[in-house]
């Protein structure tokens, strides 16, 4: 599968996001163009429901987080992305990465609308 970027807009902010090349990274791809409203969820990462399941059928059973990553969490379905690094976590799939400034996403409240679409 093509690696793809996707490109994320909140307020006249934008980020890249690298996708790997996994089903269910293509599976996100197909929401686009979409608009989550983001969440707080606990200290480390910032959340929202996405529209639909993803495939994580070549996918590991988990990962860890670093800074930057966006993932989704599949036992819950919804989209992480990590504002701080945590440990191995069963059921967290990796999607990809933003390319810089991914902490930066610690300073959005709750609420705050995001744009994702393929560039």
């Known amino acids: 599968m093509n690696e793809q970027k996707v490109k994320v807009t909140i307020g006249s ?15 996100f791809t197909s929401f686009m163009p979409m ?4 969440n707080n969820f606990g200290k480390n990462e910032k959340i929202s429901e996405l529209p639909g399941k993803l495939d994580i059928s070549d996918s590991p059973a988990g990962t860890d987080a ?4 966006v993932d989704m969490y599949a036992p819950w379905g919804n989209l992480a992305v990590f504002i701080r690094p945590i440990p191995y976590s069963q059921g967290l799939v990796n999607l990809g990465h933003i390319e810089k400034n991914g902490a930066n996403w610690i300073n959005y409240p709750v609420g705050t609308e995001v744009h994702f679409e393929l560039t």
């Not at 608009?35 to 983001?38: A, E, S, V, Y």
């Open 13 to 27: 902010d934008n980020y890249i996001i690298q996708l790997v090349g996994t089903k269910a990274a293509q599976d």
């Open 35 to 38: 608009t989550l409203k983001l």
């Open 66 to 69: 670093k800074v930057g990553d």
